[in-house]
């Protein structure tokens, strides 16, 4: 069983598009974690949330804490934005993932 | 900026070599794990440690062992490499409530 769970797997969007990636996950939990991993890259935190919405540049991330689900979105994607979206919630003692939406935009 | 660095970015082991895959956090945080990353399976958890000479398993720790003899590195040790560990290990670090923070990642091959 997958206590996170993300969607889609697979993205292709064209250059503009609005992107959004969603999370929902089973365990109770602290923190969920959005992370960005580019092609034989390293793994970069992009938000820790707790409640609520948080925005940095044209990304924006957001909980739900009752529906236990969260969201990512890109907006004004751009061909740099393509990489692996990690979803990752922290349950105090533990982290679990999800297994990533690979996201490719086109030119 | 928390920095955590992992010793190799790339490795090609024989069959039955011991290896060792170290990693270093420079923020003085608490928590450090060590993960593998396979296609199709995600990140999956080897071990983790809260607090120096303290250990945890993981999802997956079959084959592997860990040190942490100091706060600041966390060592992932193969003690006698298979062609199933052929994966990309990544190393984090995190304070005890969240602010999780990735190294670059090792892959490693074993031949």
């Known amino acids: 069983k997958n206590e996170v769970e993300q969607s889609p797997q697979n993205l292709t969007a064209q250059e503009g598009e609005f992107i959004t990636i969603n999370c929902s996950y089973s365990?109770?939990?602290?923190?969920l974690h959005w992370l960005q991993q580019h092609p034989g890259g390293g793994i970069v935190s992009l938000f820790m949330l707790s409640s609520g919405k948080k925005k940095h540049g044209r990304l924006i991330a957001t909980i739900n804490i009752q529906e236990k689900h969260s969201s990512l979105h890109i907006t004004a994607s751009h061909p740099r934005d393509s990489a692996v979206y990690i979803c990752a919630v922290f349950t105090g003692n533990q982290f679990y993932f999800g297994t990533g939406t690979s996201l490719t935009v086109i030119p | 900026d928390v920095k955590v660095t992992q010793s190799s970015r790339y490795l090609v082991k024989r069959t039955g070599e011991k290896v060792f895959l170290e990693c270093v956090q420079d923020m003085d945080h608490e928590n450090m794990f060590w993960y593998r990353q396979d296609p199709g399976l995600g990140l999956r958890l080897i071990y983790f440690s809260y607090d120096v000479k303290m250990k945890e398993k993981g999802d997956i720790p079959e084959g592997y062992s860990v040190s942490r003899e100091k706060k600041e590195r966390f060592s992932l040790i193969l003690e006698s490499a298979s062609t199933n560990q052929t994966s990309m290990y990544l190393c984090?670090?995190?304070?005890?409530?969240?602010?999780?923070?990735f190294g670059s990642g090792t892959r490693l091959t074993v031949v």
């Open positions: 365990v109770g939990i602290s923190a």
């Open positions: 984090a670090s995190s304070l005890r409530i969240g602010g999780y923070t």
